[in-house]
């Protein structure tokens, strides 16, 4: 499976504190997995070899389901394991020097904040971008904001052409809203899935928001 703006992509950014899959994420069904497209795979508190190890068992997990794994800020721990790809942050090795070490088939994914940072991630062979923070995050207290009139991100943006992902304190309640911004073609979560009561209804209840929200707004899902 690919990445396009053709398809509403839901992402679950899992944050890994120790190498075994969350317990409360164990039970979630294949069938219920299958409607996520990404699992991002982040442990910034962990070292690479246990990054390693969280992401291999993530990738035996969801061996035989169309999710891709990405691993968050580590291109040689993703190459290393095998995983789809790898999510880079701003000061993450720059999205050139990645596919150059890559290839092309590896998925490369860049954190933006405004259009020219899109258009730059885009130019520079990013896949995908992630754009945010939309919402204030329980997971990530650092982040600022977006002001979409300041990030000049009311409008389309003229020759954008990869899939651009809302993130940050994003739910099921926000999605409506989320989708009206025209750059957007799917989110990536954390906290509405991993700190959910019930992690398995969380991801349903996601994706019929994002099909409803996506046929509202005109894109397919």
């Known amino acids: 499976m ?9 992402c679950f950014v899992c944050d890994v504190r120790a190498i075994e899959l969350p317990d409360r994420l164990g039970p979630i069904t294949d069938e219920t997995w299958s409607h ?22 993530w990738i035996r997990r969801l061996r035989d389901l169309p999710t891709l794994v990405i691993v968050n800020d580590r291109v040689d721990v993703a190459l290393a394991v095998g995983a789809d790809g790898a999510h880079l942050g701003r000061s993450d090795l720059g999205i050139q020097r990645a596919r150059e070490l890559a290839g092309e088939e590896f998925i490369l994914g860049a954190s933006t904040h405004t259009r020219e940072e899109l258009l730059e991630a885009q130019d520079a062979g990013a896949d995908y971008a992630g754009l945010g923070a939309f919402y204030s995050s329980p997971t990530k207290h650092d982040t600022t904001q977006l002001e979409l009139q300041r990030a000049g991100l009311e409008d389309r943006v003229p020759g954008l052409t990869i899939p651009v992902l809302a993130i940050g304190g994003v739910t099921v309640e926000r999605i409506p809203a989320v989708l009206e911004v025209p750059v957007i073609t799917g989110v990536a979560v954390g906290s509405a899935i991993q700190h959910a009561g019930d992690p398995a209804r969380a991801i349903r209840d996601l994706r019929v928001e994002l099909k409803r929200s996506a046929a509202v707004c005109g894109s397919e899902t």
């Open 2 to 10: 690919s990445l396009d703006r053709r398809r509403t992509v839901l």
């Open 36 to 57: 996520v497209d990404v699992v991002q795979v982040r442990g910034k508190a962990l070292s690479a070899g246990e990054l390693e190890r969280a992401a291999r068992r």
